[in-house]
C-alpha cells in the first residue's frame, strides 16, 4: 500500500495537520514523513502567471502597437524566491510510493488555486487526489476534514472560477493600464511633476477607487441648508407643587395649521428663523425669550402610547462585519483585522475568517455545546457559557435564524472553538479584545432579546390665536430586560459606548430615561394639563454624506447592490459584492499604497488623493464602466456562477476576451487629453499645495505636444 501525502498552504498549518493526523513523523528539508505518510507544505503561492514579454520579448516595451493583449494559451512559471520548495513539493507529488494526495490548502477559491497550479506545473498524473475542506484548525476538524474528504474532482469548477479570476485580474490589469499609461500617463507625470507615472486599473481596485471619490465630490457638491425647529419646554406634575422636566418637539402633523406648508423644512422644522417665531407668538410665546404669556390657552395631554420592543441578536460575524467592528472599535485597518483572524485560526481559537455567511449550519449547531463547554475556560465569558449550558439554551438555536444551511457557500460564520485557549497568553492586546468580540457575539445568540419599554407622548398646545391647537412630540425609552446585552458588552467597553452606538443606529430620537423617570411617565393621562413653561427655536443644519472609514468601506463592497437602481439587476447580483471577503482588505491596503487614497490611521477614515481623483478622471473619460459596482459585482456573480457550474468557463472567457479587446481598442482611438487639464484643476484646487505644484498651463501643453504618446516606451 502506498503513502498518502498531504499538502498545505504554510508550514505552520502542515504542522497543525501532522499533530492531528497522529503519525510519528521525522523532520525533512521541506516536509515531514512517516512509515505511512507524508506532510508537505506550500509558502502561500509557488507558481505565477508570466508576464508578456515571456511570450514575445516584443512586449517588454509598452506600446500601444501590441494591445491588447490576450495570449490564446496562458504561461505559468515558479516564483524564483520559492523555487527550492516547489521543487521539493513537486518531487514529493511525483514520488512512485505516493498513491493518495490530500490536498488541504485553504478551504476557498484561492487556496484550490494555489494547488492547482502546483499540480500543473509539477505534471502530476496518475494519483488519487483527495480535498480535505475544514472549518477550523482543531484536531477534530481535521481528522473529520480528513475522514470525509471528496475526490479532487469535485471541485473542478471552483478550480475554473479560480482560474479566471486570475486571468481577468491579469488581462484587465495588463492591458488597461498600459493603453492608459501611454494614453495619458504624461499627462499625470507633468501636472504632479513626477519623474513617471504608472496608471494602474484593477477590476475591483478601480471601482472602490471611483466609490471613495464619489462621496467626496457628493461632499464638497453638497450645499448645508438650516432649518428651524420649535421646541417646548414641559413639565410632569410629580408631588407637592414639584415637576419632572422634559422637552417636546412641535411637528406639522395632519391637523396642523402649518400642515403640508411651503414654509416648511420636512415636517419639523421652517426654512426660516422668522417662521419658528411666527409660530411661538401665535401660541401665546413672548419674544423673545419664549415664556408663556396671556394668549396661551394651556397644554394638554393627548395621547400617552406604551410599548414594548424588542431587540434581537445581532446575526454572528463574517469577516466584513468583524473588519467593520474593529476598525469603528479599535480603529485598526481592515488588512489588519484580517491578519489577526488568520491568526487567530490558525491557532485554533476561531473558526475559517474568510467567510461572508453570517450564520452557523445545521451540521455545526448540532455539536454548538462543544464550542460552549470550551469557553468555560475563557474568564470574561465563563459565567455566561456556564450559564447557557445550564438553561439548555443552546438546545433549540437549529430553528432559529442563525442557522441555515441555504446561506453558506463555503464556510459558516466566524466563532470561536472553544479550544485553544492556552495561546491566549501570546496574543497581542489587539488580538485578544478581537477574540472576545467574536466570543462574545457568539454566545450573545444563545440569549433572550433585549426588552425596552417605550413611552411616546403627545402634547396638544392652544391658544387664543391657535384654538385648534398644535401637537408637540417626546419619545422616551428605558432598558427594561438586559437580555443578550449582558454577554455582548466587551470588558473593555464603557457602557455609554454601547449607547451611543445605539443612539446612531436610531431613526427617530428618543429619550433615554431611567425606571424612575419610567414610573412618572405610567401616571400620566389622557386629557391631563402639563405644565409648558416656554418656547425656543431650536437651529440645525443638513448633513453632508459620511466619508468612508476602512470599516464602512469594506461593508460597501460586500452590498454593492445599494448602488444599483434597476431592481432585477440589483435582484441578480445580490449576495456577489466587490470583491471577495479574501480580497477586500488587500485591494484597499494597495489603494493607499499607490497613494490613490489616503488612510488616517487615528480614524480610519478614508479619502481620495490629488493623484486618485486624477486617475479617477482618466477612467471616467476612457474605461467608465470601470467604475461601475454594478458591473463588477456582475463579474463576481459570473465567477460564482462558473464555480458553481451553472456558467461553463468557455462562456465566462468569451466576454472577458470581448470586453478586454473592445475597450481597449476604444481607448486607442481617444484624444481628449486637453479635456483632462480642466478635470485635473478642478480636483487641484481641494488640494494643498505641498502635495501638488502642477505647471502652468502653457507648460503642460508643451510638454504633452513634445511627447509621443504612442512610441512611449515605460
Known sequence: MGKKLFIAEKPSVAQEFAKALKYQMSRRD?????????????VGHLVTMSYPEVYDMKYKKWSVDTLPFIPETFRYEIIPGVKKQFDIVSSLLNRPDVDTIY????????????????????????????????????EEEIQRGVREAKDLSEYDHLADAAYLRAKEDYLMGINFSRALTLKYGNNVKNYLRRDRAVISVGRVMTCVLGMVVNREREIRSFVKTPFYRVMGSFGIPVEE?????????WRAAEGSTYFAS??????????????????????????????????????????CEKKKEQKNPPLLYNLAELQNDCSRMFKISPDETLRIAQELYEKKLTTYPRTDARVLSSAVAKEIHKNIGGLRGFPPAAAFAAQILENGAHKNIAKSRYVNDKQITDHYAIIPTGQGLSALRSLSAGAAKVYEVIVRRFLSIFYPPAVYQKVALTVLAKSAGLPDGERFFASFKVLTQEGYLAVSRPSFSEKRDEEEKEKKSGGEEETQCDEAFLQVLSKLRKGMQLPLSGLSVREGETSPPKRYNSGTLILTMENAGQFIEDEELRAQIKGSGIGTSATRAEILKKLVTIEYLALNKKTQTITPTLMGEMIYDVVSDSIRPLLNPALTASWEKGLTGVAEGTITPEEYMGKLDDFVRRRTNIVKQLHNQAVLYRQFDAAAGFYKKKEAQPKSRAKKEEADHGSNENKQSV
Open 30 to 42: 521541506g516536509y515531514l514523513e512517516s512509515e505511512e505518510a507524508i506532510v508537505t507544505w506550500c
Open 262 to 303: 411651503p414654509l416648511l423644512y420636512k415636517d419639523n422644522g421652517f426654512k426660516e428663523k422668522k417662521s419658528a417665531e411666527e409660530l411661538m407668538e401665535r401660541l401665546g410665546a413672548v419674544l423673545p425669550d419664549g415664556t408663556m404669556g396671556q394668549g396661551f390657552s394651556g397644554a394638554f395631554l393627548e395621547k
Open 241 to 249: 407643587g414639584k415637576t419632572r422636566p422634559f422637552e417636546g418637539e
Open 103 to 138: 490536498v488541504c490548502t485553504d478551504s476557498g477559491r484561492e487556496g484550490e488555486y494555489i494547488y492547482r497550479l502546483v499540480e500543473q506545473e509539477a505534471g502530476v498524473s496518475g494519483k488519487e487526489r483527495r480535498r480535505v475542506w475544514i472549518d477550523s484548525q482543531t
